[in-house]
C-alpha cells in the first residue's frame, strides 16, 4: 500500500505542533543528536557554541522538519521524494556526513515529534514520519553518490 492521505495528515498536523513550539522543540532535537553523538557538534556551523536558544538553530531545525513534512506530502501525491534543493546532495558530502549518521538524526527526530504530539501521539503517527523521513534520507544518500 502507498503512502495514504491519512499518514500525510498525520505528518503535517504534527509538523504543525511542532511549530508550536519551535524554540523548546529545536533544542530537545538538537539535544538529543549531541547525546546520541556528541561529536556533531563539530560537523554543524551553528552549534559551536553549543545548543542555546537562537533563531539559527531553529531555523536550520525547522528546514530538516518541514522538508520531512513535504516528503510525506510528495510520497502521497506521487509515489515518491523528489529533492527540492538541488545542492543538498553536495553539502551533506562536503561536511563528511556518512550513513549512520542518517540514523542518528532519526531517532531524535521520532522523538522530537513523539514529545510534541502528545497525546495525539500513536505508532501509525510514527510509522508514517519514519516512511517519509526514510524516503528523505534516500533521495538524499542518492544525491550524495
Ligand atoms: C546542511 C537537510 C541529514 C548534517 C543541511 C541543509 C539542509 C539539510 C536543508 C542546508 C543548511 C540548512 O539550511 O540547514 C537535511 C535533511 C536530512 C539531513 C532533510 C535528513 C533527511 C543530515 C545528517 C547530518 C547532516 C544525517 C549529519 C549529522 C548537515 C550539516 C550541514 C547540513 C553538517 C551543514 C550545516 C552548516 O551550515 O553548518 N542539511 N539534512 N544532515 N546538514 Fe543536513
Ligand atoms: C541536519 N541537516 C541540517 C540541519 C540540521 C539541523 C538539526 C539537525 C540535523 C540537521
Do not use: C
Not at 504543525?16 to 530537545?28: A, D, V
Not at 562536503?94 to 542518528?104: C, L, M, N, R, S
Not at 508514517?128 to 544518500?141: F, R
Amino acid at each position: 500500500m502507498g503512502f495514504t492521505d491519512k499518514q500525510e495528515a498525520l505528518v503535517n498536523s504534527s509538523y504543525e505542533s511542532f511549530k508550536q513550539n519551535l524554540s523548546g522543540y529545536s533544542i530537545l532535537f538538537y539535544t538529543v543528536i549531541l547525546e546520541k553523538a556528541p561529536a556533531a557538534k563539530d560537523l554543524f556551523s551553528f552549534l559551536k557554541d553549543g545548543v542555546k536558544d537562537s533563531p539559527s538553530l531553529q531555523g536550520h531545525a525547522e528546514k530538516v522538519f518541514g522538508l520531512v513534512s513535504n516528503a510525506a506530502s510528495q510520497l502521497r501525491a506521487t509515489g515518491q521524494v523528489v529533492l527540492t534543493n538541488a545542492t543538498l546532495g553536495a553539502i551533506h558530502v562536503q561536511k563528511g556526513v556518512v550513513d549512520p549518521h542518517f540514523v542518528v538524526v532519526k531517532e531524535a527526530l521520532l522523538k522530537t515529534i513523539k514529545e510534541a504530539s502528545g497525546d495525539k501521539w500513536s505508532a501509525e503517527l510514527s510509522t508514517a514520519w519514519e516512511t517519509a523521513y526514510d524516503e528523505l534520507a534516500n533521495a538524499i544518500k542518492k544525491a550524495m553518490k
